[in-house]
């Protein structure tokens, strides 16, 4: 018979994830649901998987800013974006899949970008 953990909430959960292209490991937390939605309501798919990525990353070490993470170079930024949304359980099916493809385009990754 398995026992359950007691789920305590307030106590931030805090994962690691390896990035084989900067041979580093990143720490980072998940996001509640209030979170998301806030985010999602910005509204351009880029934006919305930086400011996903510098929440996570912000939560696991709070002297992370989201200007660091904006200021970020293209080269370590989406390696760390990539190793965040395929952590199992991080995004929903659907969104985990929309934040790849938006790593994937070509140019900027807006909608139309390309």
């Known amino acids: ?9 307030g106590k931030p959960v805090i994962y690691e994830a390896y990035v084989p292209e900067l041979r580093q490991t990143v ?5 509640s ?4 939605v806030e985010i999602a309501s910005i509204g351009k798919p880029l934006d919305i998987a930086i400011k ?3 929440r996570a990353l912000q939560k696991a070490n709070p002297k992370i800013t989201e200007q660091s993470v904006e200021e970020m170079p293209v080269a370590t930024l989406f390696p760390i974006m990539k190793a965040i949304f395929t952590f199992p359980g991080f995004l929903p099916e659907e969104h985990r899949l929309e934040m790849l493809r938006i790593l994937q385009q070509p140019g900027d990754g807006q909608e139309g970008g390309g």
Do not use: G, N
């Open 1 to 9: 018979m398995m026992k359950a953990k007691v789920f305590k909430p």
């Open 27 to 31: 720490r980072f937390s998940p996001l």
């Open 33 to 36: 649901v209030k979170e998301l």
């Open 52 to 54: 996903i990525t510098a």
